[in-house]
């Protein structure tokens, strides 16, 4: 008898030693950060430094982190969302997961950021933008003898068969990206047509948007289409790394902020928006060795970043192709057509 | 019992009126709750929040706890003792839950109550101290009185057992688990339309067999069951070699081979996958070697299929060897010795009495290689290229483009009965037959060596796996400890620099590495889970074995439940069940600690329900009637004998607790981040050095551990006369 009130007993006290609701208090901010971790650490120490409010933060993946604020919509642990690129956000947004706010720093922004703003009803803001691009192996093209890919259409050269690796658009936003931009600036038919020549010289539809750009950093592809920026990181952490951007045009991606839709500490939430789209708190992602172009229009630029000025952009339709139904639609479509072929 | 009740009745009523009723924020440490006990809404006592805070639906009941405490005080039989609690606290517990889930954070949780009742002003949080211990109090009371009136032996030890093992596995297996699956059948808004089910599991990307026509890949169905029978089957085997050489030759290198039986198991997921991609990827040595010496082009064979199989089989075949060793020792000679004097050779020997007397091991073997690779997740997704498996395709459904967690629940309906499938297959093979060689008579014990030719295969296969096992351990090693794995190879020692440095200043220690932090919550986290996930499953384990009650088979069932699923369905599941009142506990401690305890308790509860099954009845029977209780004979007599089954549970409750991955993922907070989620980062991040020194860290960290598990527990030691053990049965 004594056994079972010392065992019940033990489970009690357990219970209570461990019950501990997560702190809400006054001068805290939990965010929930889909940039590389580095760049989370360094926002949030620059943050606790300048406001003085405590930031809690997590880094999530932005897939990871949009099924996190589903699964607690009905009770939001999280207050601001910060970073990963513009499509979960704009579900998010669509989804009524995030809350709409109108920075007094729009001002400041470059138009695509605002645009962004706009087209999601206020509910999130654009934070940087990175174009879609090459990278490519430098040393494995050259063993091959093959030159850089310059073009949309370099990529369907035979001498690439086996060489090209694009995320799947079932599982990462990037390769969505890419099949969004060709189907801008081809038209939808010709863009699927193109999709299935790719297929005979891609190797693997990865995972991760960033898997192909690791694999061409450690000689496993000698090309992926990926986000330049990536590439320039790999480049700098010292692998035969380089990028170049299609000579047809390219899209890019908006890194986004939201604000979780009941958030508990909403004003430090709105406090930790406005410093975020501050040029000294857009300068970290440099520090942190990422290259994406900040939104504000007065962040200082580092030599190492690509510039948006040189690249052709297609005028990427944000707000079409970041709709739900549009990207599903796209998807099965990429999905029955292309991702259904017989392996290369 | 009678002063058990009424110490359980005092202690619910005193938590009703002196703790707080719900969660605080800043939890109880700071006192500060004491002041607003009967003033502060946020911190009002039960009995303060049902008469000033307007939370009448609290007052039945403290009521039944009052009731309680009456029963006790009363003088009656004991049985009608045991019928009043039963009564009053069983009430207790229903009305308690009743009012739990029916006010929530925005009043009425249900629409019917709201349309009934009208619309309610107050809310209510997630459940605190004095909730929690009221509930415990009301369950305890519960298992006092069925005791009371007869119930499990009229022991009220085991009655509190069996309260708290089906409680406990009701609130954080069944119901998250079966409150997530149940989405499979509903639609994105969460109306109930179970036809859905038929249209989100008829998709050609799960069913397809183009992959045999030879033209596209196969369905994630067809590729999950070949890749797990082909990890069945591989482990198994491979198993059986490293058995068979370990007990029936005279190899010299035997404590080599253990040590490498138990390295895979305590190496944190993606390694092995980046290892074998740095060897035999297309920059990989082997490929370079290839290419320098012959010129061969290097391809991407490690990609799909081949190279998710090999990592599984490297994961998963010491745990065959460990399902197998038990059973390979266990097969008496004396049949043996019997076959041969009847002038059988050794193989025939081998083949028509040793071996068909291993088949519950190997089946059990080939169940766990099957199982575990169903529920994979780290090896197909770093590996796995174009091949897809139910587990990625799950992971997908949640974080991916879909974000549809219908489809994911669906596809995890699917897994599980693939899983449970395998399962009563397996008992249908070694169905009930016996295979009992182990019993109270002596035999020489004396292991017959293996047929020549048996032996030559089964070095054949074991040793070059045992050759390529220690090389690419050796390759783990060394990421550590070079600059850029597999472009700078500097030797340095900036990575565990980075990780684990250590300043001294005047204040102290201080800690200044980045993955300090990570490594001491996951240690302190798999501390104190370890050590419940084993008193858990081997509790139920016991009760399992040694009780006859209703419902067993459901109970078992529902353990099976969290091992079967794939973790990104636990994490997401955890996250569904308890982010909303009335069990608010996302984003501490608890839940982690939780989620260890209940997704790893199952394993030692299979091997308690092994272990158990070897000790004889006779001796509980044998306590019993020296005037025994339960209590003592499971402490006294029990324990003991199980010693290699507490290691197990202990050791496996730590190391699962450490390298998971997939379920704590949506569980981790800046507060409670872990050594798996921390490591992950930098791989996604391409840090790979960091992240393979922090694993070395891991795996010395959990070596020491299980060398320490062991040392506290000690051995079982058995008479040398005769073994006091009997029946090994399937």
Redesign the interface.
Known sequence: ?I???R??AG??L???T????????QGVV?VYCSV???WCTLAAAEFQKASGIK???????S??T???L???A??P?GDVWFGGTG?PHL?AAEENLTEAYKSPKLAELHPWAVKQNTDSGGKTVGIYAGALGYGYNTELLAKKGVKAPACWADLLKPEFK?EIQIAN?????TA?VAIATLVQFMGEDKAFDYLKKLHANI??????G?GPI?AV?????GVSISFIHDGVT?AL???PVKVSTPCEGTGYEIGSMSIVKGARNMANAKKFYDWALTPEAQQLGAKAKQFQVPSNKTTPVPPEAPKFSEIKLIDYDQAKYGKSAE??RL?SRW?NEVG????P | MSRAALSWSIAGLLAAVLLPWYGLEDGLGSGAWIAGLWSSEDAASGLAQSIFFGRWWLAPTLAASLGCLVVSLLPLAPARRGTGLLIAGGGGVVLFAAQAFAVGLRGWNAGWLLSLLGEMEQRQVGIGAGATIVLIALLSLVSIGLALRGAFGGDAFVAGAMTTVTASILLFTAWPILHILAQAFQDQDGALRPLLIVDRLAESKIWSLRCLAGSGGCGVVWNTLFLALCCGVGSTVLGLSFALIATRTSFGFKKILRVLTVLPIITPPFVIGLALILLFGRSGLVNQLLDWSFGVQPTRWIYGFPGVLLAQLFAFTPVAFLVLIGVVEGVSPTLEEASQTLRANRWDTFVTISLPLMRPGLANAFLVGFIESIADFGNPIVLGGNFGVLSTEIYFAVVGAQLDYGRAAALALLLLVLALGAFFLQRRIVGTRSYATISGKGDSGLATPLPDAARRVAHWIALPWAGFTLLLYGFILMGGLVKVWGRDYTPTLDHYAKAFSIEFSEGGVIWSGAAWNSFWTTVELAAIAAPITAALGLLAAWLMVRQRFAGRGALEFATMLSFAVPGTVIGVAYVFAFNVPPLEITGTALIIVLCFVFRNMTVGLRAGVAAMSQIDRSLDEASATLRGRAPQTLFYVVMPLLRPAIVGALVYGFVRAVTTVSAVVFLVTAEYDLATTYIILRVINGDYGLAIAYSCALIVLMLAVILLIQFLVGDRRLGRRALPVQGVRA
Not at chain 1, 55 to 61: D, E, I, Y
Not at chain 1, 169 to 173: A, E, K, L, Q, R
């Open positions: 008898m056994s079972t009130n065992w019940l489970v009690a357990a219970a209570l461990l019950f501990a609701v997560p702190a809400a208090a939990n590389q971790v580095e930031v809690s933060m997590t880094q999530k993946g897939g990871e949009i099924a996190q589903k699964a607690e009905q009770n642990k499509d579900q086996g658009p079932n599982s990462s936003g969505y190797n693997a539809y990865a995972r991760s960033t690791k950093a450690r000689g496993e592809t790999e952490a010292g692998f990207r599903k998807i999905d259904s072929l017989p392996k």
